[in-house]
């Protein structure tokens, strides 16, 4: 992602973000997830920029941060319409007039998110919103640095140029994992839609009262709440339990046990597969 153009690198766990940290040291990093009061004190000594939405939690960050020789650096989350995280736009000026007066914190930025939670596709309207907020925080002289307008989601908004003036960061994964957009996982043409795989094992071929059938070595405990679909367009997957993939298999398609299948994953399968002790990885070039 580096090489290809990213400014930074981003991750919601604290272990995951210590790691990217001891591999990439001069590398800008971005805390997604607003930190526990058990990470405050990693979180302090990571040097990332953290995403933050509530004063108690911007306070414990605070709290450990205070011999730290340089401040946290935080982005303040605004709801948008997701209605997950974020401060209401109408509370904007009071939360940065709070934690403003917290040591150790200096507000570098605000950020967007949409399309997570609400079932709502990124809008014009939604953009709308958060230039407003942005536009107040100039007025109260915060001088950001970040502006960062959203996800995966948002691509066809940064496509169309509906994304605000302003703007200055937009945090994209998905589209570059996976080569879609998030909001209706529709394709992006200009990207590749296989540059993520994941193969596994057919531990049994044979014929069921609903026809022909294989069972692959894959399953829940692997990827999660995601979905798997089979490369070959003759394999349907049809249900998954913790540990066994089931696929409809067409006539005259050859397979038996100990064939490797090969899968794109959702992008919930490809977080939980990268996670995953289980699951091996390959990088190929």
Known sequence: MLGGGAR????????????LR?????????????PMRFEA???AKLGA???ISDIAAAAALSEAARDSADPVSVLVMIEVGDEREGVAPESFGA???????????KISGIAANVGCLGGREPSRESMEVFHNVHVEAGRRGLGLTTVSAGNSSCWNLLKTGQIPRGANQMRFGEAILLGVEAAGGRAIPELHQDACA????ILETSTKAGGRRAVAAIGCQDIGSGELYPVDGRLKAIRLTSDHCVLAVEQGLSLACGDIIQFRPSYFALQSLAASA????????
């Open 8 to 19: 930074g690198l981003a991750d919601s766990r604290l272990s995951s973000l210590e790691e």
């Open 22 to 34: 001891r591999n990439f040291p001069t590398t800008p990093l971005l805390a997604l997830r607003q």
């Open 41 to 43: 004190a990693g979180f």
């Open 49 to 51: 920029t953290v995403i």
């Open 95 to 105: 939360f940065v007039e709070a934690i403003s007066s917290l040591p150790a914190i």
């Open 198 to 201: 994941v193969d596994a094992e």
């Open 278 to 285: 289980d699951v091996g990885q390959e990088y190929k070039i």
